[in-house]
């Protein structure tokens, strides 16, 4: 009996021992952080988008050997879509082909194929900037339509309800205070019910007049700068993980843009211990983050 106690003590530990070695590279030192190739331009409802992004395991090094995949949801149909994402190139670099099948807003996050943020209610990912598709958008119910109908059926119940009491008084039957008490139930309910509002997008939807502030806010999405920097800007993106930062909070960058250019175009240039990894970003993205930073600092 000691012997099978012993062998089940040695297995469990075992199992113990190698959801420990599972994990640990996966958590130790902070969160898998995404950072998108380039941020999409040009989406059309109906058309392929392929989209690359890398992972970095603590937001420094390369992660191979998962499976990320692209969720978004429509802002105002709520209609979702998921697209898988295989590895492609580099190390670490992966690539999904995601077909949006409307116009319009929509929201997404990528799953690193781990618990990362749970973002606009979605399942768990990293929250990217919201997508504007052009194409024919959803038909959805709109207030104003959900108030006729609601108007409608409020109208023939309070007819339905007068007519039951109309007949209560002159036959005094059971079926006629069935009547009556139906409408009045019917009537409290349609006059309860509200119009149906579409949701609002959590972020400006990008279009060519976008605004370099604007990009860079959805830059900093995009890059993976909100995984391990606070800003005011990101405060509802930040609540499922807000606790976890590794650099500074940027809600107001205290350096000079021209600082702020090196460090984004090197940083190991700037502070060579810094973990920080290189995002190879271009200088039109510099500039926009640049700007984007520099608006409250």
């Given at each position: 009996m ?11 530990l075992?199992i ?6 599972t994990v ?5 030192g ?5 950072t998108?190739?380039a ?6 409802a109906?058309?392929p988008l392929?989209?690359g ?26 209609e979702?879509?998921?697209?898988p ?8 670099h992966y ?7 409307s ?19 979605l ?6 900037p919201?997508l ?8 959805i119910?709109s ?10 059926i ?6 339905g309800a007068?007519?039951?009491l ?7 039957r059971l079926w ?7 409408s009045?139930i019917?009537?409290?309910?349609s ?7 579409a949701?609002?997008?959590s972020?400006?939807a990008?279009?060519s ?25 990101f ?10 930062r ?5 809600s107001?960058a205290?350096?000079t843009?021209?600082?702020?250019r ?11 211990t810094?973990?920080m ?9 510099i ?11």
């Open positions: 000691k012997h099978i106690t012993a062998l089940r003590i040695i297995a469990l075992a113990i021992g190698v959801a420990t070695l640990t590279p996966l958590w130790a902070g969160r898998a952080v995404i998108l190739d941020l999409p331009a040009g989406v059309v109906g058309e392929t989209i992004f890398v992972v970095r395991q603590h937001g420094l090094t390369p992660l191979k050997g998962i499976t990320p995949s692209i969720i978004a949801r429509h802002a105002e149909s709520g979702k879509v998921t697209a994402a295989s590895p492609e190139g580099a190390d670490g690539v999904a082909t995601l077909t949006l099948p116009g319009g807003v929509w929201q997404w996050v990528i799953n690193d194929g781990f618990v990362t943020a749970d973002a606009f209610g399942p768990g990912g990293q929250p990217m919201d504007f598709v052009l194409g024919e958008s959803p038909v119910p207030a104003s339509t959900n108030f006729n109908v609601t108007g409608i409020s109208v023939a119940s309070i007819l007068a007519f039951g109309l007949m209560l008084i002159r036959t005094r006629a205070a069935g009547v009556l008490l139906a009045v019917v009537a409290g309910l006059f309860a019910m509200p119009g149906q509002a949701p609002a997008a972020t400006p990008l279009s007049d976008t605004s370099p502030e604007e990009t860079g806010r959805a830059l900093f999405l995009a890059k993976g700068c909100v995984m391990c920097h606070a800003h005011t800007e405060n509802d993106v930040r609540q499922t993980f807000g606790d976890f590794v650099g500074p909070d940027l107001a205290p350096n843009a021209e600082y702020l090196k460090w984004l175009s090197d940083p190991q240039s700037v502070k060579p810094t973990e990894p290189d995002l190879n970003l271009s200088e039109a993205e500039e926009a983050l640049v700007a984007f930073l520099k608006t409250n600092g």
